[in-house]
């Protein structure tokens, strides 16, 4: 396992549906919080918190982060890493996590699994990791990311649709999942090779991106390939709303109760 990686936490402070996401409270602390001590509890050798946000300045100060300010303007946290790339003067062969300030249950371990598997496929510009999709429900939900492979585990491509498309099986408005394939549920965490975004900042959003509002094709877009690795364990759920926050905080809890 490489230990010269480095993670980057965007952090946010105006989301739409959950205004102020990071510095919400679970247990008392700010969600970003977990977010940092579950990366600082890899093997990263650096962990920094991006932001355009004074207020997660402060907090993620108070607790002790490495924070890099960055433009507002950003439309990703992708955009973010760029410039914290950039400001930091990381080279070109580093590795970088990029994990989001609203995954307070993230494992440590699938860090570490991302990180490696970047480091193990040298041509590869970006790894990923991913589920095995089990429930019919989950597998027609659009808000359930989708990803094809070839055999090697090279991204073939991400979708909201249903996909692998099992003709024989899934007509006639049958819902049921593919016959002898094991459709992939994505995980979005990220590792990128430092190059791999340089490039990205030059690179301008695609159709097939923008169709899909998955930032991940822009990468297949230009010919840039991303590796898949079968996530080592289930991640927890992130947070998007009140409803995950109060999950997140039943989650932490028990979690707690077994420690």
Known sequence: M??????????????TRLPGKPLRELLGKPMLQYVFEAATASSAQQVVIA??????????????????MTSPDHASG???????????GW?????VVNVQGD????????????????AQNPDAA????????????????????????????????FSRAPIPWDRDVLHDKV????????????IGVYAYRVGYLRRYAHMRPCPLEQAEHLEQLRALWYGERIHVAEASQRPGPGVDT?????????????RSLSE
């Not at 009140?242 to 028990?254: F, G, K, N, S, T």
């Open 51 to 68: 932001t355009d946000d004074a207020r997660i300045e402060q907090a993620a100060g108070a607790f002790g982060a490495e924070v890099c």
């Open 91 to 95: 080279p070109d062969g580093t590795i």
């Open 242 to 254: 009140e409803d995950d926050l109060h999950i997140a905080e039943q989650l932490l809890r028990a």
């Open 2 to 15: 490489p230990n010269d990686y480095k993670v980057v936490i965007p952090a946010r402070y105006a989301s």
């Open 126 to 157: 970006v790894a990923t990791i991913a589920t095995p999709l089990v429930a019919v429900g989950e597998f027609f939900d659009s808000n359930v990311v989708k990803v094809v492979t070839d055999k090697a585990g090279f991204a073939l491509y």
């Open 175 to 186: 819902k049921a999942l593919p016959i002898g394939i094991v459709p992939l549920r994505h």
């Open 103 to 118: 995954e307070p249950l993230m494992p440590p371990a699938l860090i570490d699994q991302v990180a490696g598997d970047l």
């Open 78 to 88: 992708t955009d973010r890493l760029t410039e914290v790339v950039a400001t930091l």
